[in-house]
Every structure is written in C-alpha cells, then in structure tokens.
C-alpha cells in the first residue's frame, strides 16, 4: 500500500514490491502468479474492508428506518474510500477479473453490493422506497458514492476530513428523499 500512496497502481512492479520487503524479485511469483494477481489480492481484502466497514455503519442505523440506514452505507463508503484512497484506487481502478481468474475478488465485490441491495429491498418492502428495479437504485447511490469520495480524495471537493461525513449526508439527502415512494 505504501507503494501506490503516491503513485498509481499501474506504476506498481512485482520487482519494486520484492525490493521492499527484502526478498530476490523471483520470491514474489511464489505468492502471486503476476502484478494483477497481487492487485486483485489488495482488492479483495479491500471489499472485505469497506463490507466490515458498511456493516458497522447498520449497527447504529436504526432497524426501522430505511433512508437512514441508506445514508448510513453511503456515508461509510465515503469516509472508507476517503481513509483508504490507495486501496480505493485499486478497488475502484480498472476490472482487475477481466479474465476470471479471481473468483474470490467478485465473490467479495458480491457481497458489498449485496448488502447495499439488500437494504434497498428492505425500503421498499417497508414502503420507503419506490419499486424502482433495486439494481437501478443500487447503481444510482453507488454512482453518487463513488462520485462524491473520488472528487474528494483528488481534492475537487475541498472537504475538510472531519466535515465529510456531514457534507456528505447533506449531498446524499436529496437523493434518498427522492426514492422515497
């Protein structure tokens, strides 16, 4: 992760990677059969990450109120990607699955979206939402998560980290009214 800090994840080399941890650059093809192979590992564990995150978020969220825990999954988002914009980067770079060689990386992307989905179902069995297809819904607040945490991490948003989640929920506030049935 150090090493894509400042930089991008395409710049990244199995050889830089071996140099820093101290081993000869042939020990790395030991644990990853290529760079991408080593990229979709970060990934994964990313998803795991922002996934515990979101979770954590529902806890606090109240059972009952489906715009609420909306905004909390979104708010979550953002401050994760905003906390971690080198794992970001690679999670949210180009597909690193082009191949399908990383079953567990879309088993673990399933999951995100799964939850999202799942609370988007939830609104609209309990009448908070409207019955957009929930694939739709998930695509518009991923779309203006991911909007609003990558113009934050570039600095398009000039946000101060202890006001993004407040700047967030009222960026986010009109849309989750608007799904409302």
């Known amino acids: 992760m150090e ?5 991008s994840p395409e710049e990244l080399t199995l050889r830089e990677v071996s140099r820093r941890v101290g081993v000869n650059h042939r ?3 030991r644990h990853f059969e290529d760079k991408t192979s080593l990229l979709a590992a ?8 922002l996934l515990h995150a979101m979770e954590t978020a529902l806890q606090s969220a109240p059972k009952s109120d489906a715009p609420e825990r909306l905004m909390a999954l979104a708010v979550a988002y953002v401050s994760f990607a905003i906390d971690q914009p080198a794992r970001y980067r690679i999670m ?14 879309e088993d673990s992307v399933a999951r995100a979206y799964s939850l999202l989905a799942g609370e ?3 609104g609209q069995v309990s009448r908070h939402f409207a019955d957009t297809p929930v694939r739709e819904l998930a695509f518009g607040v991923w779309s203006l998560t991911h909007g609003f945490a990558s113009l934050a991490i570039v600095r398009r948003l000039k946000v101060k980290r202890s006001l993004v989640d407040s700047w967030a929920r009222q960026v986010f506030a009109p849309y989750i009214r608007g799904l409302a049935r």
Do not use: T
Request: proline letters at 0%; charged letters at 25%; hydrophobic letters at 40%.
């Open 27 to 29: 020990a790395a093809y």
């Open 42 to 49: 970060v990934a994964e564990d990313g998803y795991g990450a």
């Open 120 to 122: 988007l179902r939830a």
């Open 3 to 7: 090493l894509v800090e400042g930089s």
């Open 92 to 105: 949210f770079g180009r597909r690193l699955n082009e191949d399908g060689r990383f079953n567990s990386l």
